[in-house]
């Protein structure tokens, strides 16, 4: 039987003609990924092992972006021990304040991930970059170690299972609302250790920032991995952004999947989580009247420049209602200055918005954007555990940038289709 497009990947990187589910590999890698939490700890591990270098200084990647800028002394030490360690080892891809990003959104944007990689990255959502036909999947930080001294993993085959894409979204419908609407139909525990393979016509009316959302929420699924087709939109991307040969794998027409789903994007409403998890969705018709006190607009989720285009269209000249407290991130430096280019930034901070410096901060709970007990928010990260954003008892909503936008007008859950009854 014929292979999918994440087993060919791995089979390619394993040096073997075919693998199947289930079977363990060991694979070369083409980026280690870490940050300011996760790369302290393996860098600790690669000194326990021996290793004196890492594999390749070209093939690291360290992001310090959770708690930067620093918010306490702690995140600071964190920050300054793997800084001194980019430094003594070398590593090309270090990317401090001024130039850093959240990694997530960083790494495609610097060329540094294309189409048939192997990546790992000591955090969840590095299958972000499965958008781009790359194999990309988190490990925990004694992995990145073992990563970073021998440019190898072990890995066990992922089974599959196929989404294939149809139709058109209508115009306030994003990627974000797409993925919701998978996790909420299948649960976060729908494809556990499986990849999500998306195919289908309906993919040509996603842009590459759609892809980048709906692949970086695979994990919240369950999934080892999302992974979309190479097409001339992929292709154009990588060009404008790597010099790096990339290399193009299909899936066999007998390639064996575990389930099949068919999503007929024209069908998709603009979605919301409910607390405290990702599968708890509503169609923002079914979210009734939820009075929130904070929107958070950004992440490795929904912080580029079409989430800050789509979060600008719905708030100029317009203002968020007043005690609402609006924070919008932009994923990088460079999205940031786009954004202010094109006037997206005035947009934001006319309507009562603050726009912040890249970083995870409010996303973990981390800094900047803490809630209190009994607060809502509206936000366009990709978690709603308990606790996420701050205090136990209070409640994030996973939504669009759209959806986000327009609930911080109303003050309010709030459809972006209904904003003049609010004006």
């Not at 609302?177 to 556990?192: E, Y």
């Amino acid at each position: 039987m014929g292979m999918t497009m994440t087993q060919k990947i791995l089979a390619a990187h394993a040096g073997l003609d075919k693998v199947e589910a289930g079977q363990f590999i060991e694979a070369k890698l083409d980026m280690v990924l870490g940050n300011d939490i996760t790369g302290p700890p393996a860098i600790k591990e690669f000194e326990k092992m021996g290793a004196e270098r890492v594999f390749d200084r070209d093939k690291i990647a360290l992001v310090p972006d959770h708690f930067t800028p620093n918010k306490d002394i702690k995140s600071a030490q964190q920050c300054k021990f793997m800084r001194e360690f980019a430094h003594e080892q070398e590593v090309t891809n270090y990317f401090e304040v001024g130039e850093m990003g959240i990694e997530h959104a960083l790494l495609p944007e610097k060329g540094l991930v294309v189409a048939g990689d192997v990546v790992i990255g000591a955090d969840s959502h590095t299958c972000t970059y499965g958008a781009l036909g790359a194999f990309s999947t988190g490990v925990g930080s004694t992995d990145m170690a073992a990563g970073m001294a021998t440019g190898e993993a072990w890995f066990k085959v992922p089974a599959a299972i196929k989404f294939n894409l149809v139709g058109k979204p209508s115009e306030w419908v994003s990627g974000k609302d797409i993925i919701l609407h998978i996790i909420g139909k299948i649960g976060v525990d729908g494809a556990l250790y499986k990849s999500m393979e998306f195919v289908g016509e309906g993919i040509a009316h996603l842009g590459m920032d759609d892809r980048f959302t709906i692949a970086n929420m695979a994990i919240e699924a369950g999934a080892k991995n999302g992974i979309f087709p190479v097409d001339e939109l992929t292709i154009e991307y990588m060009k404008d952004h790597s010099n790096r040969e990339y290399k193009i794998y299909e899936a066999d027409e007998d390639a064996i999947y575990d389930e099949e789903y068919t999503i007929n994007l024209s069908d998709v409403r603009p979605t919301v989580a409910f607390p405290h998890i990702p599968e708890n969705t509503r169609t923002i018709d079914e979210a009734g009247d939820i009075e929130i006190h904070q929107v958070v607009i950004g992440s490795c989720t929904n912080g580029r420049l079409d989430d800050l285009r789509a979060a600008a269209k719905v708030l100029k000249g317009r203002k968020v209602k007043k005690g609402i407290r609006t924070i919008i991130f932009p994923a990088t430096q460079k999205i940031y200055l786009q954004a202010i280019e094109e006037g997206l930034i005035k947009t934001f901070i006319e309507a009562g918005a603050v726009v912040s410096t890249p970083t995870c901060g409010p996303c973990l709970g981390g800094h900047m954007g803490i809630l209190a007990e009994g607060e809502r928010c509206v936000s366009t990260t990709n978690r709603n555990f308990v606790g996420r954003m701050g205090h136990s008892k209070s409640e994030v909503y996973l939504a669009s940038p759209a959806v986000a936008a327009a609930s911080a007008i109303a003050g309010k859950i709030y459809n972006p289709e209904k904003l003049e009854e609010v004006e």
